[in-house]
């Protein structure tokens, strides 16, 4: 698939129900992704053209119990395809914040570790816990996955915590800057 204009890409993964949709809608301050209380609802690749200078890849969530074999297989296309694109300058793995991460989390780490994927953390749902106990979950996950301090971001959608942060981490990550 050739976007047109070609222009850098920035994808965004994450298990289903980590919150990816209010996420990109709070990124970008208006709401492009639907968001759903059911986990799986983003089943192919979504593409945004922000402001015109980059694109925003929206890959389903993995990890659905309820995704079948077929469909996990065309994830995991879906997913080698994104990740080998000529113009993807990296990837927004997202994970919460609350949670060690899953079997899946751990195989998608391979996945981007392999493909030596700039990766961004950014650890969802952030307002759920304490100041205290989101500072200790970030240092956790952060030793856990083997991440520098610039590449993990404690975010809320909800509140709007960590947002221009990690806005300024993609502007990053667009212009090369993040090698």
Do not use: C
């Amino acid at each position: 698939m050739a976007l047109d204009p070609p222009l850098p890409e920035v994808a965004f993964i994450g298990r289903s129900n980590v919150g990816k949709s209010s996420l990109l809608n709070a990124l970008v301050g208006r709401r492009i992704a639907k968001t759903s209380g059911t986990p799986g609802k983003t089943r192919m690749l979504n593409v945004f053209l922000i402001g015109g200078s980059h694109y925003f890849l929206d890959l389903p969530g993995y990890g659905y119990a309820r995704a079948g074999k077929a469909q996990r297989a065309a994830f995991r296309g879906l997913l080698k395809h994104a990740l080998l694109r000529q113009r993807l300058r990296g990837v927004v793995w997202l994970l919460d914040i609350r949670h060690p991460p899953s079997t899946d989390d751990r195989a998608m780490q391979e996945v981007l570790v392999e493909g030596q994927t700039h990766v961004l953390a950014a650890l969802t749902k952030g307002d759920k816990l304490s100041t205290g106990r989101r500072r200790t979950r970030e240092r956790e996950l952060r030793e856990e996955l083997e991440l520098p301090e610039d590449q993990v971001v404690v975010t809320s959608a909800k509140t709007g915590e960590g947002i221009a942060d990690l806005n300024e981490a993609i502007a990053g990550l667009l212009s090369g800057v993040m090698q």
